[in-house]
């Protein structure tokens, strides 16, 4: 979904030729998974960080072309509301100090956009939902000036046949029908991609799978949307349904454009791609060029395309740069409330993953892929106050554990699985000690937002935007979010 399309509208023969050579790319990838040595080379990880412009009264600031253009540098990139923005950091090898790396191209790309929003008042916001959105900034006039943007709600129109309708239930509960998909750039998250050696994808998949439930529940920062509070990770359930592509009659479990996943992987990342285009019809049918005799790596346009946009929480992707590789894109992670948080989530959520990897697989078939994934929505659900499902020893033994005292447990696992793929240990701990801090005192991002929220007093569209500034003001302090006071 990164890439400008020229077009907007598509015909009957485009979908059909587009869905033509979604099947020979599937047929080529799978070919060149099984190639011996393909996708072979050190272990690296990027991120994607989305984030919000504010005003002077932070209120939204649609005015993210302006600010791209001003900032001038390639790693920004606008998102599909007006007030959304992009940063694409460089990848890094995960051996030595990557997330220091990664500290300070994300401070240097944040101070660049910062410095060209203050040149139109305003200021960047890292956050999971803006508080200080209403219904007027979901309006069709609120989606970015692209054809990418037009034909991605046009598409989602089209299979959806119907407005979007929003029911998310928490403290105070919140129904919406939309007719655009404005509705879904409310969502801003911070997304950690991780290179996978094709032989090693299936067991490091799951392994995300299993530890995105705790990563999520410690991380969680987005528990309000249009004033109602709702869930501690209320994102989860607004992008999910933003991006429903299924008319009630189609509607069946385990078939949502956005989703957790049907299942526990058996046949490695070539099983998702093939998932991805059999359970979902293309919303983008863009033709490429034919590639030249003897291209390598193979482009796969289309199928890169079309998998850009079923949003797995955690989703395969398939890179043709250099000689080609595979990585896992980890979508669940909030954007916010500073970038030393963000890369403790990133830490504890890729340490906890390649020792789960690493650890005897029977786990997936002691824990019931149900049960982990009705863990992903509890954490986003309840942050650390919910009760997850978790493997006890050797064993074919399940627990129940709330998540703050699992996120404790869980912590000398993450060291371990960092250590092994090389990462210095002063780097290591200093990032999971702001995890266990947080879990301890039990002050996420989210249960920050709602103390401060109770403290700013009556009036509930004041009282967020009150909430929002002391947000803005800590958050641009930079100190961990567990050692804000209100």
Not at 118 to 138: D, E, F, K, M, S
């Amino acid at each position: 979904m990164g890439a400008e399309i020229a077009a907007a509208e598509f015909d009957k023969r485009d979908y059909t030729r587009f869905a033509e050579r979604l099947e020979r790319q599937l047929s080529e990838l799978a070919r060149l998974l099984d190639r011996p040595g393909f996708g072979a080379g050190p272990i690296t990880i990027g991120t994607e960080l989305e984030f919000f412009l504010v005003d002077g009264a932070a209120q939204p600031l649609p005015l993210n072309q302006a600010v791209r253009a001003l900032a001038a540098v390639p790693q920004l990139t606008v998102e599909l509301d007006r007030y959304d923005l992009e940063l694409n950091s460089s990848p890094v090898r995960l051996a030595g100090r990557p997330f220091g790396a990664l500290a300070v191209e994300l401070d240097q790309l944040l101070a660049r956009a910062g410095d060209a929003a203050r040149a139109y008042q305003g200021r960047i916001a890292l956050i999971g939902v803006l508080p200080t959105l209403n219904r007027a900034h979901l309006r069709a006039d609120a989606v970015t000036d692209s054809a990418r943007y037009r034909a991605l709600d046009a598409g989602l129109r089209r299979l959806r046949r119907g407005p979007i309708k929003i029911r998310i239930a928490g403290t105070e509960p919140l129904h919406l029908a939309s007719e655009h998909i404005a509705v879904e750039g409310a969502n801003s998250s911070f997304q950690v991609h991780l290179r996978v050696p094709p032989p090693d994808f299936t067991r490091v998949y799951n392994a995300v799978q299993l530890a995105t439930a705790p990563a999520l529940a410690v991380a969680s920062n987005s528990p309000t949307f249009l004033g109602h509070l709702l869930w501690e990770e209320t994102r989860i359930a607004l992008f999910e349904q933003s991006v429903e592509d299924r008319d009630r009659k189609r509607r069946r479990p385990g078939h949502s454009r956005s989703s957790f996943g049907t299942g526990w992987l058996r046949d490695g990342a070539a099983e998702l791609f093939r998932d991805g285009v059999r359970q979902h019809r293309p919303l983008l049918p863009v033709l490429s060029e034919p590639p030249a005799a003897g291209c390598w790596p193979p482009a796969l346009d289309e199928l890169r395309l079309h998998q850009g946009t079923v949003w797995r929480w955690n989703r395969p992707v398939y890179d043709p740069a250099g000689d080609g590789h595979l990585r896992i894109e980890m979508r669940a992670l909030p954007a916010g409330p500073t970038v030393t948080d963000m890369l403790a989530n990133a830490a504890f959520l890729v340490g906890l993953t390649l020792w789960l990897a690493d650890r005897d697989e029977r786990w997936t078939d002691a824990l019931p892929f149900e049960r982990a994934e009705e863990g992903f929505y509890r954490a986003a659900r309840r942050g650390l106050a919910a009760e997850l499902c978790w493997p006890a020893g050797r064993g074919q033994q399940v627990r129940t554990v709330p998540a703050a005292e699992l996120v404790a447990e869980l912590l000398p696992a993450a060291r371990q699985g960092l250590a092994a793929a090389g990462v210095a240990a002063a780097e290591a701990d200093g990032l999971l000690e702001v995890i266990g801090a947080r879990a301890a005192s039990g002050q996420t991002g989210a249960a920050w937002q709602r103390a401060a929220l109770a403290a700013a007093g009556p009036g509930r569209p004041g009282a967020l935007a009150v909430m929002l500034e002391r947000y803005l003001d800590h958050s641009a302090a930079g100190r961990p979010v567990h050692t804000w006071t209100l």
